[in-house]
């Protein structure tokens, strides 16, 4: 490999250091966006390198048009499989509570138009427990929830009063 793209001990010892990595690509380069710290030029701070070059992961160094980089921790790592199970089983209870919680009580969403089609962005699911139907219009866009007709508001407050138990 030729010395320019092969950094010596003494070429990573002067480098700066980029944290929070990741690769970044657009139609004419791939460059790396990271926290860099001990750059010649910049302060610390949140950059986009030159041009990639090299990417040697395994040697945790990175070649740009204009320098080597240091790499620490990327921006992105690959769950472990202790995570990985973890999430699993945090799905499979909330899966189990959603069907514990009034199963019989389902909703058909044809008389609620709006509302369908918030709940259409997430799921192919034409009947929804009451539980579903907060949860995802919770993350509805605020245009969204602005377009609900009066029927539609008072069937979320309908679910709302059933799930928070409260009486008015």
Partial sequence: MNSKFNPTSEDLAIAPRLERWAKIR????????GEVTGHPDLDDQRIFTSPLLVLDRCKQWARTTS??????????????????????????????QLVEEN?????????????????????????????????IMETAHPIEMAALDDAEKYLLNHL????????F
């Fill in 26 to 33: 657009n139609s004419r380069s791939t460059r790396l966006r």
């Fill in 67 to 96: 320098r080597f980089y240091v790499l620490g921790e990327p921006a992105y790592k690959q769950p472990t499989e202790l995570e990985i199970a973890r999430r699993r089983r945090q799905l499979q209870d909330h899966r189990e």
């Fill in 103 to 135: 199963p019989v009580q389902f909703y058909t969403l044809s008389d609620a138009p709006n509302i369908a089609r918030a709940v259409a962005r997430h799921t192919a699911a034409t009947k929804l427990s009451g539980r579903a139907i907060l949860a």
């Fill in 160 to 167: 709302k009063v059933q799930r928070d138990g409260m009486l």
